[in-house]
């Protein structure tokens, strides 16, 4: 009974392998990141990363993806220093992510894909002092929905948005560019606009 489940495993693993076509990847793109409801301005920055595309059929592709993206925001002049001079911090939010990517091809000539999937973010650097923040949540979740087009068979660009589940609750603080009060009953949450190109390697 062992060695028949055995035989039936092996079956079923080597038959979802020969099946799923497997292809690595890179990425990279520019970031229009922001904060919402947070008065700011978007802030230009880049994200980089690696993906391993599992192509089920010809409509479905699932993709796992490694990200190293800049995000943050460029909060409105609206504060002085003691000695008068008005700043206008620039909000620098680094974060190292896992993303899994659903891709549904819409046409019958594979070229356009749109995207769903859910991602988590690790902080890893900032500029919290240098903004005149006190603390951030460490790390973030959430969602993205997107089109893909590909230019050639390992050539593509893709667009997406992507937003954050997660309150940045400890951003609600007097002292921060954010602002006090005004923003304590509001959710201010990550969110990017990302525009980029992938590349899929053939092993």
């Known amino acids: 009974m062992k060695q028949l489940l055995l035989l039936i495993s092996l079956f079923f693993f080597f ?5 799923v076509k497997l292809r690595p990847g890179i990425k990279t793109g520019l970031n229009l990141a922001n904060i919402t409801n947070a008065n700011a301005e978007n802030r230009p920055d880049f994200y980089v990363g ?3 595309t599992l ?3 010809d409509s479905y592709t699932l993709q796992p993806e490694w990200i190293y993206s800049r995000q943050g925001a460029v ?19 680094d974060y190292l992510s896992l993303a899994i990517a659903n891709k549904f091809t819409l046409f019958n000539d594979n070229n356009l894909q749109a995207i769903i999937g859910l991602y988590t973010g690790f902080r890893i650097k900032d500029n919290i002092k240098a903004s005149f923040l006190v603390d951030i949540l460490g790390f973030d979740m959430g969602g993205f929905i997107g089109v893909e087009y ?12 992507k937003r954050g589940f ?3 609750s400890k951003l609600h603080v007097d002292n ?3 602002g006090g ?12 606009i990302q525009i980029g190109v992938n590349y899929k390697f053939d092993f």
């Not at 009953?185 to 990017?192: C, E, G, H, I, Q």
């Open 55 to 57: 192509k089920f059929s």
């Open 166 to 168: 997660l309150d940045m």
């Open 176 to 178: 921060s560019p954010l």
């Open 15 to 19: 038959s979802i392998n020969a099946q």
């Open 50 to 52: 690696a993906f391993l």
């Open 181 to 192: 009060e005004k923003y304590k009953d509001r959710t201010l949450s990550n969110k990017v």
């Open 150 to 161: 590909k230019l050639l068979p390992n050539l593509s660009v893709e667009a997406r948005f």
């Open 75 to 93: 909060v409105q002049k609206r504060r002085e220093t003691l000695a008068g001079e008005v700043i206008n911090p620039e909000i620098e939010l």
